[in-house]
């Protein structure tokens, strides 16, 4: 499936991340995987579609952080 592997690919690219986003998984992008996945049912949605938004909402800083203050732009 499409999503285990584009979840455990952001969970390593999380893991390698020097920057201190080492933790952003965890603390952030599954929390943010959950609630997504409560409000794709909740709103009838695509949750596989969701879901992988989710994780990948946050991508851009992971790879490059410098893209932090404009993430919303460069993970667009």
């Not at 969970?11 to 996945?37: P, Q, W």
């Not at 879901?51 to 732009?73: M, Q, R």
Request: proline share 1%; net charge negative.
């Amino acid at each position: 499936m499409v999503t285990k592997r584009i979840r455990a690919y952001v969970e390593e690219e999380c893991r390698k991340a020097t920057s201190g986003l080492d933790m952003l998984f965890e603390e952030h992008i599954l929390v943010v995987a959950n609630y997504a996945e409560l409000l794709a049912e909740r709103f009838n949605a695509d949750k596989e579609v969701v879901e992988l938004a989710a994780y990948l909402h946050d991508f851009s800083v992971i790879v490059d952080p410098e893209t932090a203050n404009e993430h919303h732009i460069a993970g667009a």
